[in-house]
């Protein structure tokens, strides 16, 4: 049975952080952020508006929404946590991939919040299950929920249940995240990479290898995807479609490929010599796909352009499939 999430702290006031802690306070929820310094919280504050005015931008959110997350957002320094702990329902780690600094916060958070205060930590792939497994003194509460970037847009959220992580604090967390308009993928172990992360890996270790092998361009490559899956997946993923293509067919097909596949297991080896030549990517200027424009800047806002744009044409689709 999920209990009742009213206080939340969300520890990290990063691009991430701050975005969650927005997404917390504009449905309602008492809302704490905490950092370092002051200084990282002014920032934080400022990409909190930025955000809010894009979304009026683009009629996702209007002056109440706005209005909520003033009301309901405060902060404090990360040194304040131990004297406002008992307020807490639920924390949210969202500081830096370093294994000592979440073992040093959990400690913190484990010695001073109440019995029943759940703890999710935003970790893209840390096991803080096994990092916090000797400070942790009620390991039940302890859950992960990876956020997608930008968090206050992005509707999936990974919870991962670690070995000791009870039912009910991930019916609470899922609770949670749906009432807040997110879509909760609840992992029921810990797993390297979780859900997406270990998608992505498949697919783009098959695309590097058919492009080493030569039987196919980069371009061409990201193509073949982007034009088929990519123009479904908005409202059919690959479970669904292969319900609507009817199983026989793609599993008849299945055995054929699967002895064909590339099945190394220690790394990509394209990949790693686009990095040692430095071709890591739109910041680098070059990539797998070629030269990217040198405004990074322009790239970025480009894209998030997209995503805003596919973010509606799901709503409507959920809208409609609601309506049905």
Known sequence: MAKEIKNILVVGAGVMGCAIAQVFAANGYHTVMADL????LENAQKRINANIEGMKEENLADDSYGKAVEANLSTILNSQIPEHAQRFDLVVEVIFENKEAKHDLYKILSDNCRPDCIFASNTSGMDVFSVTEDIMKHPERLIITHWFNP????KIIEVVKGPKTSDETAETVR???EACGKKPAVLNKFMPG??????A?????ELYYMVEQGWVSPRDAENALKYTDGLRWSFEGPLELWDFVGLEIPIAVASGVM???CSRTDSIPLGEKLIAEGKTGVRAGEGMLGKYPSDVDAYIKKRNKRIVAMYKMMNQFEAEDEAE
Do not use: G, S
């Open 37 to 40: 310094k002051e200084e990282f």
């Open 151 to 154: 968090p206050h847009l992005m």
């Open 175 to 177: 609770a949670l995240l």
């Open 194 to 199: 979780f859900i997406v992360n270990r998608m």
């Open 201 to 205: 890996t498949v697919i783009c270790r």
């Open 259 to 261: 002895p064909t596949l």
